[in-house]
């Protein structure tokens, strides 16, 4: 006669799902100093997880990836309000100070 087993309760992860990883992110790219000097028309968070969104989704290429700019559901997945064309997401990044996107992945 086999012997059943007893099923334990799963235990959620959700800290480890991506939505929740894509908002420790955004939080932490807020505190990313800006080094633009005038008012920008796309904010830097949002610039930035346009980055980590293209490189996510593997799209092939930039232009690939500006084919998407309009994809709500990519917005709202990474939280992004206006997603960069390619030119001006590396205008925004290339300034950054790199040390500073370090920190959400960093131990302390």
Request: hydrophobic fraction near 35%.
């Amino acid at each position: 006669m086999p012997v059943a087993c007893r099923q334990r309760p799963k235990k959620g992860r959700k800290h480890l799902s991506a939505d929740p990883l894509y908002e420790l992110l955004h939080g932490s790219f807020e505190k990313v100093s800006d080094p633009r000097r005038d008012g920008p028309g796309i904010s830097l968070p949002d610039a930035l997880m346009s980055g980590l969104a293209l490189f996510a989704l593997k799209d092939p290429s930039l232009l690939a990836f500006d084919d998407r700019r309009q994809d709500e559901n990519m917005k709202r997945l990474f939280r992004i309000g206006r997603v960069p064309c390619d030119t001006q997401m590396r205008t925004i990044l290339d300034p950054v100070v790199r040390r500073q996107l370090l920190l959400p992945f960093s131990d302390n």
